[in-house]
């Protein structure tokens, strides 16, 4: 009896097992890790009160972990805003995998985002998942900066039909996908004549994205995954409200797999039906040719200026190495047409380089003993650090008669023009509220985000400069210094523009990022008034310095007298005006030690309501400097050669 059920039991399993082969030949479904990790990305500013944000930031992952356990759920989102700091957390799996495939990826992919520290904002990517939380809510966002396509290293044997094929899927994926239902969809496509019998192919959108959202994002990824296609038989493409992948491979099953159809057959479907019936003629030849250009614009662009990473950073590139005579050709022979700007240390010109870009050339004066100095740290400095809110240096030259830096240009030039420049009273609230946040962002990345902390000495509206959009940039890194890891301050001789310099520095030589906290207090003052600091005031009219004017307006509770004449009342609220004036007034406060870290400024700006502790001015030495500048000379410097006087005054 004993032998029999033996012997009938290793039937019944072997039985099994052939079945289950079958099955797989019907229906291949090659293993594949769906946890693979695609990408990660970290938050630049930290949190405050970390007993309250990893309370936050537990809970709300209990909480997504159980909606996608308990309701079947490929989507879920949670929030915890009950204290200082809130978490807003979404969490996605694709459609295909089983409720427990997708909590073993969600679990992997909450140990990849706790790498991220006290981080206040975090993403992690994977094949089967996607899990992110933020400080502010983000559910409706679709597109960012730092969309990818990725791509695998498998090649097919006839690339160009596989191609074919998955572009199709994918042309497919990115019409149907927003029209259904919860914004996913799975397809499949034969390939003929290759070693690859199938192409798989996924496209699926966060479910709190509008339909529209849902397109343009797609329209992103159908862009940054298509190229993959050319090369590699799997690809992906990875958004902030969306995901693309297709393969070679199954990575779904084919009862997975989703009718898109009848959701091609709508306003959209006629012009897909063109372009499908005229791939055989001279239409469609068109089109391979226009796709090609496409193609190989997109890859340039790549190569050129990489797009901003989420959270600021962007990708590495070494600077270009340019010959003097292309410069001295790309400038019109540095033409007083060309010219953008004149600096402390050199002019800046526009210039057309080879491959079409418009670029900024910086010319060192060479007169300067200490040029061959800056002209060293700059390079060393702007080549190694990458963010949204910096300027990238794209190349340099040093082998002709003058030392040459290459940047990328900026189109709307430099903050001063719009300030009290040519340009004065073009800059809405909004605008300038943006710049203030920018120039934070930038200055917090050199001080915290970066592997050590550079302190940029020289901070001021001629370099910051603006993009097309009016997003800041800050530039000139000529006088960058780094501070050592193990040193609160170093003692230095003074370089920098009186007027925005910290007392303590400007008087002791002691040099901390706090003096860049200063003075980008100082700038924003400049931003909200539209006055520059340096203006000698009429003392007989009852004129003050532009700073002693602030102070002296906030402590009487008339804020609003500070603002620039030139903005409209009504397109601005005066408590936010008056948050912004305060947190510039925090960031000039004496001592050091009292003025916030620009990472806290970030904070500070992001949320206003955060600002309950009030500036105060100290009756310090420190806090009742008043630097003078002589009209005449430069004003940018080393103080062993300025020409300028610094007079410390006692308490009024």
């Known amino acids: 009896m004993a032998r029999w059920w033996c012997i009938s039991h290793r039937t019944v399993i072997v039985t099994a097992f052939l079945m289950f082969m079958v099955f797989l030949t019907i229906n291949p479904v090659k293993s594949q890790p769906q946890a693979n990790l695609l990408i990660t990305g970290c938050s630049q500013i930290n949190a405050t009160n970390l007993p309250n944000f990893f309370g936050n930031l537990n809970e709300t992952f209990r909480d997504l972990r159980n909606k996608l356990s308990n309701n079947n759920s490929y989507f879920a989102t949670s929030e915890q805003t009950r204290n200082s700091e809130p978490v807003y957390a979404m969490a996605q799996c694709r459609n295909y995998m089983s409720t427990r495939d997708c909590l073993s990826c969600f679990d992997s992919a909450d140990t990849f985002i706790r790498a991220c520290a006290a981080a206040n904002g975090a993403r992690a990517?994977?094949?089967?998942?996607?899990?992110r939380y933020e400080s502010n809510s983000f559910y409706d966002q679709t597109t960012l900066p730092g969309n990818v396509g990725l791509c695998g290293n498998r090649t097919s044997s006839r690339q160009s039909v596989f191609e074919t094929a998955v572009d199709g899927l994918l042309s497919n994926l990115s019409i149907a996908t927003p029209k259904i239902n919860g914004f996913y969809a799975a397809v499949t496509a034969p390939v003929s004549g290759t070693n690859t019998s199938t192409a798989y192919a996924i496209a699926q959108c966060a479910e709190t994205v509008t339909r529209d959202g849902c397109k343009d994002c797609l329209a992103v990824a159908y862009a940054n995954i298509r190229s993959c296609a050319t090369d590699v038989t799997d690809g992906r493409a990875v958004d902030s409200g969306c995901f693309m992948r297709y393969s070679a491979s199954a990575f779904f099953s084919n009862n997975k797999s989703t009718d898109i159809t009848s959701f091609l057959r709508?306003?959209?479907?006629?012009?897909?039906g063109a372009i499908i019936g005229g791939v055989g003629g001279g239409v469609g030849f068109l089109i391979f040719l226009l796709v090609v250009v496409v193609l190989l614009w997109i890859r340039r662009s790549k190569r050129t200026s990489p797009g901003d990473g989420l959270y600021g950073a962007t990708?590495?590139?070494?600077?270009?190495?340019?010959?003097?005579?292309?410069?001295?050709k790309a400038t019109k022979d540095f033409s007083e047409g060309n010219k953008l700007g004149e600096g402390g240390f050199g002019d800046v010109y526009k210039g057309i380089v080879k491959d079409g870009n418009i670029v900024a050339v910086k010319k060192l004066a060479l007169g300067s003993s200490t040029a061959k100095d800056n002209f060293e740290s700059e390079v060393r400095v702007i080549?190694?650090?990458?963010?949204?809110n910096l300027i990238r240096l794209l190349g340099c030259c040093s082998k002709g008669p003058e030392l040459l830096l290459v940047l990328e240009y900026m189109e709307n030039g430099s903050l001063e023009t719009y300030l009290y420049g040519e340009k004065r009273g073009t800059l809405s609230w909004k605008q300038r509220c943006d710049i203030i946040f920018g120039t934070a962002r930038g200055l917090a990345y050199l001080?915290?985000?970066y592997h050590v902390t550079i302190i940029h000495r020289d901070i001021k509206p001629s370099n910051i400069l603006l993009d097309n959009e009016y997003q800041p940039k800050i530039a000139d890194f000529g006088l960058a210094r780094l501070l050592p890891e193990d040193q609160?301050?170093?003692?230095?001789r003074f370089a920098g523009t009186l007027g925005y310099?910290?007392?303590?520095?400007?008087?002791?030589?002691?040099?901390?990022e706090k003096v860049d906290t200063y003075s980008f207090g100082i700038v924003v003052l400049e931003i909200v008034s539209g006055k520059k600091c340096t203006d000698v005031p009429d003392e007989s009219a009852g004129e003050q310095y532009l700073l002693e004017h602030a102070w002296n307006l906030y402590e009487t509770r008339m804020h609003l007298k500070l603002v620039d004449e030139t903005l409209d009342p009504s397109k601005y609220n005066e408590e936010d005006v008056k948050k912004v004036i305060e947190i510039a007034l925090m960031c000039t406060q004496s001592p050091v030690s009292v003025r916030p870290t620009m990472s806290e400024v970030v904070m500070l700006l992001s949320d206003r309501s955060r600002v309950q502790n009030p500036p105060t001015r100290q009756n310090a030495n420190l806090a009742n400097i008043r630097i003078q500048v002589d009209n005449s000379t430069s004003t940018t410097f080393s103080m062993s050669n300025a020409?300028?006087?610094?007079?410390?005054?006692?308490?009024?």
């Open 125 to 131: 990517v994977l094949d089967g998942c996607f899990l």
């Open 266 to 272: 709508d306003d959209d479907s006629s012009n897909k």
């Open 315 to 328: 990708e590495l590139q070494s600077p270009k190495d340019y010959s003097y005579s292309d410069l001295k």
């Open 383 to 388: 080549s190694n650090v990458h963010h949204r």
């Open 447 to 449: 001080h915290e985000q």
């Open 488 to 492: 609160t301050h170093i003692s230095t």
């Open 501 to 512: 310099t910290a007392p303590e520095y400007a008087i002791h030589g002691q040099l901390s």
């Open 643 to 652: 020409d300028a006087t610094i007079t410390e005054l006692t308490g009024r």
